[in-house]
């Protein structure tokens, strides 16, 4: 190509550039330079790989615009943005934020990369474009993505799998455990005893490696959220030595735990995984002598030292140790010495916890593994309640009744009958309202509360053990086990329980863990000191009674403080007494907070949110509670629905009484929630028309929160806009359905 190609007005312009196509022409990518202001985008030059890329004679492009090369459907834009450019031109990459497309002469399309440099005299500006085809990057990204989401696909598929493990296979291998230490005591010291044990290390190993892979599923894919606090180590290592003592003293090695003090800053669930995976490799892997868990500090350091006297491990494998599934002198993939994620696990934790983890150790004079983490400063309480090490004798078992409330069957007969071969008492619940019944009904006053956490219908093991504390007065020992690991779960356990054991649980570790708690006795009331203000900015004194709060015992106060439902007290007029936390944390997540002030205020009557149709049927509802000569809790299932939700409680009024002070806890409990769809409810829109009577009201059912039609009143409909938004003309009523829940036959036939 020569000048004489170019416009003659630009030709000066441009000759300094055309002079070099050569050089452009050996460019890899495609070149073009286009005409500056006014021109309409003239292209001046295309090289060779310009016209190849877009399927052009390179004469035909030439003073073409280069509006020919865009798609037709982002020539508009393209247009605007030439224009802004010419208006503004700078050096500038296109195609980096949003794609961008090319069009060949054929009217195909690819995806493009463009770089733009401005040139030229500023009289006529030209504009060097550098273009790049995509399609194949795009391809690879495209690979890539692809080969991405399956790999996330996949992982999700692992993660819900691993989840559904947690429950549903620690299940079956509980109720193996339990048969097995059945067999063991009944075949002890007979030719089966070696078979027996045998079992046990198949069990043993199962459970571990179960464990294993669902511990590093959750600090893969981050379900574990760290929560920093300083406490004690005295808070956790009684505990983890109670835990491993019988480990130990089955291989004949002496285990030694020391009392320590001191305070740390770490989390106080997570540092004991880390500790708990040290002491059982080293007990694993010690054949003779001694494990020690020994405190140091240095400065502002404090380091936990778990040192043993095992055989020790070679220089050159210490690299490797934190590696997942490596093991040493393992190379058959022996499965009784686990998969090798145990050191993986605890490095892992400890990067999220900033500390570090570091080995030292000599062939034939053993290893000493030490946690490096910050020193703490001293609090005034423990926010959980953790046993110092029980030194009691335990009673014997004949004399004792256990609570089990558990709903597999397997495990509810196996754990039945083990527990009564070593001349415990068992009572079975399987269920909330069964465990209820037992102690409200059938006068049951438990030694010790042995309760699964996930239960039938939503409850929790939590949840009913606080229920079974206010039936007693007080809260007997309490023991979960749990297939279920996630954090907020072992959280909400630690509230009302004295020790959460996972399952599978090893049954010698079962029955020393109650052996002690029995030992001590009743939990008893809970210092007021481990009272707290949780959930909400509202201090105690705002939101309760003085003289109710003496009503409870600090064992009442605590459950509810930490109740996960919905808990308000009242004296046996009504007037409102007491609001837990979690009452103020629903009515924020379901926009009634505007309603506090008004209806839910200390010292007004509860009786003026309930509507005057319902009056009646509470004060009859909590009036029974007192009617027997022992006091009974009542309880009444009702519809509370959202515009969006379907939702069913279950209000339980339990009565209290102190001397002659008598007052009401009630506890709302949400049974389930769904959407209305699942229960053919049609949203019908917001008519006035079609509901206002007469005297310009709106009926609304009080219960299920639907409004009568006045073409034809024996029809209720369902509005979610009057659900988010109440008209002022609206006054509450019971609608046919649910009358009948409340009355019989008429308005005085209370149920």
């Known amino acids: ?122 009289s006529t500006p030209v504009t060097i474009a550098v273009v790049r085809d995509m399609t194949e990057r795009k391809r690879l990204e495209d690979e890539l993505l692809g080969a991405r989401d399956l790999a996330i696909r996949a992982n999700e598929v692992k993660s819900r ?45 199962m459970d571990q490696m179960l464990s294993a892979l669902i511990d590093i599923n959750r600090l893969e894919r981050g379900a ?56 059982g490799n080293a007990i ?45 002198d393992n190379p058959n993939r022996d499965q009784s010495q686990g998969v090798g994620l145990g050191l993986s696990i605890v490095q892992t934790i400890c990067r999220l916890l900033d500390h570090t983890v570091t080995i030292q150790s000599q062939i034939g004079q053993g290893s000493t593994f030490s946690v490096q983490l910050m020193r703490g400063i001293a609090v005034d309480a423990p926010l959980e309640r953790i046993l110092a090490p029980i030194a009691f004798s335990a009673p014997p078992p004949g004399n004792l009744t256990v609570l089990h409330i558990e709903d597999d069957p397997g495990i509810a007969r196996s754990m039945a009958m083990l527990l009564s071969l070593e001349g ?38 939590d949840a009913i053990v606080a229920e079974i504390t206010l039936l007693l007065g007080h809260k007997p020992p309490t023991i979960i086990l749990t297939g279920d690991i996630a954090d907020q779960h072992v959280r909400k356990a630690m509230q009302v329980a004295e020790r959460i054991l996972p399952k599978p649980v ?57 109740h996960p439902q919905t808990v308000y007290g009242v004296w046996p007029d009504f007037t409102l007494a007491y609001l837990n936390p979690a009452w103020f944390e629903f009515a924020r997540r379901n926009g009634g907070e505007h309603a506090i002030p008004a209806g839910w205020s200390i010292g007004q009557s509860a009786l003026d949110a309930v509507p005057e149709c319902l009056r009646e049927w509470y004060v009859a509802l909590f009036a029974s509670a007192f009617a027997s000569e022992v006091p009974l809790p009542q309880e009444h299932a009702y519809e509370c629905s959202s515009a969006d939700l379907h939702r069913r409680f279950l209000m339980k009024v339990y009565p209290l009484q ?26 019908m829109p917001p008519i006035m028309e079609a509901y206002v009577d007469e005297a310009g009201s709106i009926h609304s059912c009080a219960n299920c929160r ?46």
């Not at 455990?177 to 190993?205: C, G, Y």
């Not at 030595?241 to 002496?254: C, M, N």
Request: aromatic share 6%.
């Open 1 to 122: 190509m020569n000048s004489t190609t170019a416009p003659p007005a630009l030709a000066d312009a441009t000759s300094l550039l055309l002079s070099s196509t050569d050089v452009l022409d050996s460019m890899p990518d495609a070149v073009l330079i286009v005409a500056g202001a006014q021109s309409g985008g003239q292209i001046l030059y295309v090289n060779n790989q310009a016209a190849r890329m877009f399927a052009y004679p390179r004469e035909e492009l030439l003073a073409k615009s280069i509006d020919v090369l865009v798609p037709q459907s982002s020539r508009p834009a393209h247009i605007q943005q030439r224009r802004e450019f010419e208006r503004s031109p700078r050096l500038r990459t296109m195609g980096a934020t949003r794609a961008l497309r090319g069009r060949r002469k054929d009217g195909s399309e690819f995806p493009i990369d463009v770089l733009l440099s401005p040139s030229g005299h500023p």
């Open 161 to 205: 799998f691993l989840a559904a493990a947690s429950h549903d296979l620690r299940q079956p291998l509980q109720t193996i455990w339990n048969l097995h230490s059945m067999l063991s005591r009944s075949f002890k010291d007979t030719e089966l005893a070696p078979q027996i044990e045998l079992l046990e290390e198949a069990v043993r190993s």
């Open 224 to 279: 574990i959220q760290p929560v920093i606090r300083d406490f004690s180590l005295q808070d956790i290592l009684p505990r983890l030595s109670s835990e491993f003592s019988y480990a130990a003293s089955s291989k004949g090695i002496e285990l030694a735990v020391e009392r320590s003090n001191e305070q740390v800053r770490s989390d106080s669930m997570l540092l004991p995984v880390i500790l708990r995976n040290l002491l």
């Open 284 to 328: 694993k892997y010690t054949q003779h002598g001694i494990v020690k868990l020994c405190v140091r500090t240095l400065g502002e350091q404090l380091f936990i030292d778990i040192v043993d006297t095992g055989p020790g491990i070679a220089q050159d494998q210490l690299q490797f140790l934190f590696e997942a599934f490596y093991q040493i």
């Open 424 to 461: 415990y008492k068992i009572v079975g619940a399987a269920s909330r309202d069964e465990a209820i019944e037992r102690v409200a009904q059938g006068r049951l006053t438990p030694d010790l509360i042995l309760c699964d956490f996930n239960l039938p219908m939503g409850f929790t093991g």
């Open 506 to 562: 090893d049954i010698n570790l079962l029955l020393q863990t109650m052996s002690e708690l029995l030992a001590q006795g009743t939990a008893g009331e809970v210092s007021s000191a481990l009272v707290r203000d949780i959930g909400t900015e509202r201090p105690l004194d705002s939101r309760s009674d003085p003289e109710f709060t003496t009503l409870l015992t600090a064992s009442h106060l605590h459950i509810l403080e930490d």
């Open 658 to 683: 102190r001397a002659e002070m008598r007052g009401f806890v009630v506890i709302n409990s949400l049974r389930f929630e769904v959407p209305h769809v699942k229960f053919d409810r049609l949203a």
């Open 706 to 751: 639907r409004v009568q039609s006045v073409s034809d009143p024996s029809i209720w409909h369902w509005v979610p806009e009057w659900i988010r938004r109440v008209p002022p003309n609206t006054r509450p009523s019971l609608c046919p359905a649910c009358r009948g829940q409340y009355y019989r036959g008429d308005s005085r036939g209370l149920r």
